[in-house]
């Protein structure tokens, strides 16, 4: 069961297991904390894991008008900042991995170590980067849940369905459109300016070499804006890493967290 910090209008909800070093976990745009469900198992025993629901996601409660990604790096800052941490390593995965972008950006002395996974530069959309991919998942989300199988194709390989094949159909689960949804829609589709030159912390950029949703080389092509960026590609993993290989990165995340930071 979750915990819940209130910070103004927002009861946010949120989970923390493990001691030593704080890792803050990002979830994408129609996830919650419960994606990292295997992968802060691991964690757990080398480091302090705090999973959250960002707005209009899980358990968190918040305004009932949409928010922008600004407003979502803050949710985060203040989270961080009202379980008395000063300074903490952050993973953001797909859209998280742009959460985790603006809360370094805006709040940067809070952010030690940073990795993006899955995830494309700040200031861009998704359509603008790659717009038959975009255009692709929002017809198939329209016609969920007759398109859920082709969806799943899209977010986890071939091979991986056949041994997961109950993930088939994990789109065909997704809740009709809501006031709620419309708004997450909304703040997903925000972007924000960036100073790439905040952006001084040690950065491990991951991406799956198969990921359809968003191409391996988006989330590499980062290194080419940051001072201290090391490159992973994942070979014959999809998009959503945690849930295909939560073993391979949980190994990944640890070996990052706890090397010595590089000399200046």
Not at 142 to 166: K, M, Y
């Amino acid at each position: 069961m979750p915990e819940f910090l209130q910070t103004g209008a927002v009861r946010t909800a949120y989970e923390c297991q493990g001691s030593g070093p704080v890792v803050v976990l990002m979830h994408g745009a129609e996830a919650s904390r419960q994606m990292f469900l295997a992968l802060a198992e691991r964690l757990a025993p080398h480091m302090t894991v705090l999973a959250y629901d960002q707005r209009d996601c899980g358990d968190t409660q918040g305004p009932s008008q949409a928010c922008t990604l600004a407003d979502l790096a803050d949710d985060a800052a203040d989270l961080i900042r009202g379980l008395g941490h000063a300074r903490v390593h952050v993973f953001g995965s797909s859209f998280g991995g742009r959460v985790a972008q603006a809360l370094a950006v805006r709040h940067t002395a809070l952010v030690d170590k940073l990795v993006l996974a899955s995830t494309w530069p700040l200031p861009h959309s998704l359509m603008t980067l790659n717009p038959a991919g975009a255009e692709r998942i929002d017809a198939l989300r329209q016609g969920l849940p007759g398109t859920a199988e082709e969806l799943a194709s899209l977010f986890f390989p071939e091979t991986f369905l056949q041994l997961r094949p109950e993930l088939r159909r994990v789109f065909a689960h997704v809740q009709p459109a809501t006031e709620r949804s419309s708004r997450r829609q909304q703040t997903v589709n925000t972007t924000l300016a960036v100073d790439w030159a905040l952006l001084r912390m040690p950065t491990l950029l991951l991406a799956g070499a198969l990921d359809q949703v968003v191409p391996p080389q988006l989330t590499l092509g980062l290194a080419g804006h940051l001072t201290h960026a090391q490159k992973v590609e994942l070979a014959g993993v999809g998009h959503a890493t945690a849930l295909q290989v939560p073993d391979l990165l949980a190994e990944h995340l640890i070996r990052f967290f706890t090397a010595p930071p590089p000399a200046h």
